[in-house]
């Protein structure tokens, strides 16, 4: 949905005479409506392309956008660099004379007309594209398809630039019409009606689906898990898996190959291995043990177990020395 619904596009008027003199109390008048200009809205900026502006050649001319005071019709209207509506002026009508009276007294009217939006793409921020030849900058709006249904004479302050093209009054409230068609809009007829505005949306297609595309395969990789990593370089590269998808595949992966070890270990259980027993220790020669394993030693001693074990007490506190 379009951020609006109605614009009124006010522009200088030219009055002037019809050529032949049989025609010359033809009072008639030329409206340069839009040039094309690139405008700033409050929400961003706003073009509407000339080649999409749909009008009839005979659009009524009204006071003040009021549809019971008519002041003339257009005969005809044209879209090419720029969009114009030319007509003549009522004589039936009291608005026609007074409008056309006041203005060769000089009066600085100006042409309103209302702009209705039919199909709209809206520009992202920093993206830019080329609408009319003129360079537009998101955050945006474009109108492919309008449409001009009448246009008005306003009282409003003269523009010293003839070229200049100012937005009026903006009905937000207005709903719009039913028939509108809003984004009815294929591919085939925005790149033959549109080049610029399809090239510009192309060119950022494939940026947005390269960032994407890069984000998904990181996204990817990052599930990493040993054993599993040609899985994991199939997954990244298949061009669809995404991240939480892959993490998903992996694991599944993962609790398959330990049910398959468990089920290779019950078909060929391991053998237990036989108890060994731990060898005797040696239990320490005891001074008694010497003693009674030793015949000459008792004899030595007189068979005193005392005197033997007092005799090494003595030797071993260095009380005894030995002479050879």
Do not use: C
């Not at 009008?55 to 660099?81: F, T």
């Not at 199909?119 to 398809?145: C, D, F, Q």
């Not at 085939?188 to 984000?215: C, M, Q, W």
């Not at 998808?245 to 398959?260: D, G, I, T």
């Amino acid at each position: 949905m379009s951020k609006s619904q109605k614009l009124t596009i006010s522009a200088p008027i030219e009055l002037f005479f019809a050529g032949s003199e049989d025609e010359q109390k033809a009072k008639r008048f030329r409206i340069k409506a839009y040039t094309g200009e690139v405008v700033d809205r409050w929400w961003g900026k706003l073009a509407i392309a000339v080649n999409g502006i749909q009008s009839k050649n005979n659009i009524p001319i009204l006071l003040n956008h009021d549809s019971d005071q008519i002041v003339g019709y257009a005969e005809s209207v044209s879209n090419l660099s720029d969009f114009r509506v030319e007509g003549k002026f009522l004589e039936s009508t009291e608005e026609g004379k007074k409008v056309y009276a006041m203005a060769e007294e000089g009066f600085p009217w100006q042409a309103s007309i209302g702009v209705r939006p039919l199909k709209t793409i809206s520009v992202g921020e920093g993206t830019e594209m080329s609408v009319n030849g003129n360079m537009l900058t998101g955050p945006a709006e474009i109108w492919l398809e309008s449409e001009v249904r009448e246009t008005s004479f306003v009282p409003v302050g003269a523009d010293g630039n003839t070229e200049a093209v100012t937005f009026a009054v903006e009905e937000i409230d207005q709903k719009p019409e039913t028939k509108e068609k809003n984004m009815e809009l294929t591919i085939e007829k925005l790149k033959s009606d549109f080049p610029d505005i399809h090239s510009a949306v192309t060119a950022l297609a494939y940026a947005d689906g390269a960032n994407s595309e890069r984000d998904r395969i990181q996204a990817v990789l990052a599930q990493e898990l040993p054993g599993h990593q040609e899985l994991i370089a199939k997954l990244a590269f298949d061009g669809k898996t995404s991240g939480p998808e892959a993490a998903v595949q992996v694991l599944k992966a993962e609790n398959q190959l330990r049910a398959n070890a468990a089920e290779s270990l019950k078909a060929a259980p391991v053998k237990p291995v036989a108890a060994v027993a731990p060898a005797e220790t040696k239990k320490p020669v005891t001074l008694k043990d010497r003693w009674d394993s030793d015949e000459a030693l008792r004899d030595e001693f007189g068979n005193d177990f005392e005197v033997f074990e007092a005799f090494e007490a003595a030797q071993s506190n260095n009380l005894i020395k030995m002479r050879g």
